[in-house]
């Protein structure tokens, strides 16, 4: 068999493997839910490009070309016992919705259900025979299987920080708004952030478990040891809603509160080289952290007031489409329209006749979030959608 068929045979078993098949699902299924609600509530499809797949696959390339050359450079071997148990927890945390598809739950969950294995499987058990074959800490001393749980407490470290820079680089701005009615009967407008996207790590798999199967597959010995190479989808995404901050607030916020369990894991990562137990220590922290920061996020919108509700000075702006006037004058999701072409502004309606009176010229009077009256101008060309591209809140049916 050629180099290059066996490059393809690699790459069809990567995107055979379960949590790739789930994420491209999952975006698909975002996208079209994003399109339908779009058409109904808004009457309009905000963003009508495929954002979905386009962060799914290009957000986690050059994170995971990093982490993958780290991985192997340093030599940290991940058993294929812990991989089937990080598909299978994957599949169980769907269940729970976009929360918790992030390695600090996966990753951490799956490490420490494989620990805790090694504690009451034994090699005269019904999986012994197949275990034994795969080289797996679930039967080996409990010193190897702190090892092996150090390893993926340094691969969840690296998926942490790559999550930050990610999230810091990464175009997030693109949401549509979602409606709810508060206790008083105001409707008001919130964001759901789903953030999903997809990196190739490549580990070390100790055994020769996949040339049992593929005689193909590349494998390389140190020692006594023989290893494998094998590229697994790693999914990395949460699901917060955002209603009483702004977007970009709320998630340098998140960001924050993740550099800080960083910080923490890191030197949790240190005492392990003193103490073998605290790789375990690690992983329950990550758990525990990653809850924690999504349980501060959602006590920083209790807190607060609806950001996104009516304004009685003009039209509560909630969703801007790309590419339209209303982008190119800078208005962002929050800002109050008090005056169109010098007609003050009650409704809907208002807008539209102030624009029907002016169809080669805007002129807006606007008020940010901050209180700040700003005037927004710009030309209006034959190519533009008749409209300003953007949506109100009293636009709204609910």
């Given at each position: 068999?050629?180099l290059?068929?066996?490059i393809?045979?690699?790459?069809?078993?990567?995107v055979?493997?379960?949590?790739?098949?789930?994420?491209?699902?999952?975006?698909?299924?975002?996208?079209?839910?994003?399109?339908k609600?779009?058409r109904?509530?808004?009457?309009?499809?905000?963003?009508?490009?495929?954002?979905?797949?386009?962060?799914?696959?290009?957000?986690?390339?050059?994170?995971?070309?990093?982490?993958?050359?780290?991985?192997?450079?340093i030599?940290?071997p991940?058993?294929?016992?812990?991989?089937?148990?990080?598909?299978?927890?994957?599949?169980?945390?769907?269940?729970?919705?976009?929360?918790?598809?992030?390695?600090?739950f996966?990753?951490?969950?799956?490490?420490?259900?494989?620990?805790?294995?090694?504690?009451?499987?034994?090699?005269?058990?019904l999986?012994?025979?197949?275990?034994?074959?795969w080289?797996?800490?679930i039967?080996?001393?409990t010193?190897t299987?702190?090892?092996?749980?150090?390893?993926?407490?340094?691969?969840?470290?690296?998926?942490?920080?790559?999550?930050?820079?990610?999230?810091?680089?990464?175009n997030?701005?693109?949401f549509?708004?979602?409606?709810?009615?508060t206790?008083?009967?105001?409707l008001?407008?919130?964001?759901?952030?789903?953030?999903?996207?997809?990196?190739p790590?490549?580990?070390?798999?100790p055994g020769?478990?996949?040339?049992?199967?593929?005689d193909?597959?590349?494998?390389?010995?140190?020692g006594?040891?023989?290893y494998?190479?094998?590229?697994?989808?790693?999914?990395?995404?949460?699901?917060?809603?955002?209603?009483?901050?702004?977007?970009?607030?709320?998630?340098q916020?998140?960001?924050?509160?993740?550099?800080?369990?960083?910080?923490?894991?890191?030197?949790?990562?240190?005492?392990?080289?003193?103490?073998?137990?605290?790789?375990?220590?690690?992983?329950?922290?990550m758990?525990?952290?990653?809850?924690y920061?999504?349980?501060?996020?959602?006590?920083?919108?209790?807190?607060?007031a609806?950001?996104?509700?009516?304004?009685?000075?003009?039209?509560?702006?909630?969703?801007?489409?790309?590419?339209?006037?209303?982008?190119r004058m800078?208005?962002e999701?929050?800002?109050?329209?008090?005056?169109?072409?010098?007609?003050?502004?009650?409704?809907?309606?208002?807008?539209?006749?102030?624009?029907?009176n002016?169809?080669?010229?805007?002129?807006?009077?606007?008020?940010?979030?901050?209180?700040?009256?700003?005037?927004?101008?710009?030309?209006?060309?034959?190519?533009d959608?008749?409209?300003?591209?953007?949506?109100?809140?009293e636009?709204?049916?609910?």
């Amino acid at each position: 068999m050629t180099l290059f068929q066996n490059i393809l045979l690699a790459l069809l078993l990567f995107v055979l493997q379960p949590t790739f098949i789930i994420g491209v699902v999952l975006a698909l299924l975002s996208k079209n839910r994003r399109f339908k609600y779009s058409r109904s509530k808004l009457r309009t499809t905000v963003y009508k490009e495929n954002y979905e797949i386009k962060r799914l696959i290009t957000w986690g390339l050059i994170p995971g070309a990093v982490i993958s050359l780290l991985s192997v450079g340093i030599g940290m071997p991940v058993t294929i016992d812990w991989i089937i148990v990080y598909h299978i927890v994957t599949l169980l945390f769907l269940g729970l919705g976009y929360r918790f598809i992030h390695p600090i739950f996966t990753f951490s969950t799956a490490g420490l259900t494989v620990l805790g294995l090694s504690y009451f499987v034994t090699e005269a058990s019904l999986f012994g025979d197949i275990l034994e074959q795969w080289n797996s800490p679930i039967l080996s001393q409990t010193s190897t299987s702190l090892e092996s749980t150090r390893v993926i407490l340094v691969l969840v470290v690296l998926l942490l920080l790559s999550t930050i820079i990610v999230l810091n680089k990464g175009n997030t701005n693109q949401f549509v708004p979602r409606f709810m009615k508060t206790k008083r009967g105001k409707l008001v407008a919130r964001y759901r952030m789903k953030p999903l996207w997809l990196i190739p790590l490549v580990v070390i798999v100790p055994g020769e478990t996949f040339t049992a199967l593929f005689d193909w597959w590349p494998v390389f010995s140190m020692g006594n040891q023989t290893y494998s190479f094998l590229i697994i989808p790693v999914l990395l995404g949460f699901r917060y809603t955002v209603q009483a901050q702004l977007p970009s607030e709320a998630k340098q916020a998140i960001i924050k509160d993740f550099s800080l369990l960083s910080v923490l894991s890191v030197l949790l990562v240190g005492l392990t080289f003193w103490r073998e137990e605290f790789s375990a220590i690690g992983l329950i922290v990550m758990l525990v952290g990653g809850v924690y920061v999504l349980y501060r996020h959602r006590q920083r919108e209790r807190k607060w007031a609806f950001k996104f509700g009516p304004d009685q000075d003009g039209l509560r702006v909630v969703a801007v489409r790309p590419n339209s006037p209303a982008e190119r004058m800078s208005i962002e999701i929050g800002d109050v329209i008090v005056e169109s072409n010098q007609v003050k502004l009650t409704s809907s309606e208002d807008l539209t006749e102030s624009l029907f009176n002016n169809r080669s010229y805007s002129k807006l009077k606007l008020k940010r979030l901050d209180g700040e009256l700003v005037i927004a101008e710009t030309p209006i060309y034959e190519e533009d959608a008749h409209d300003l591209g953007l949506v109100t809140l009293e636009e709204i049916e609910y």
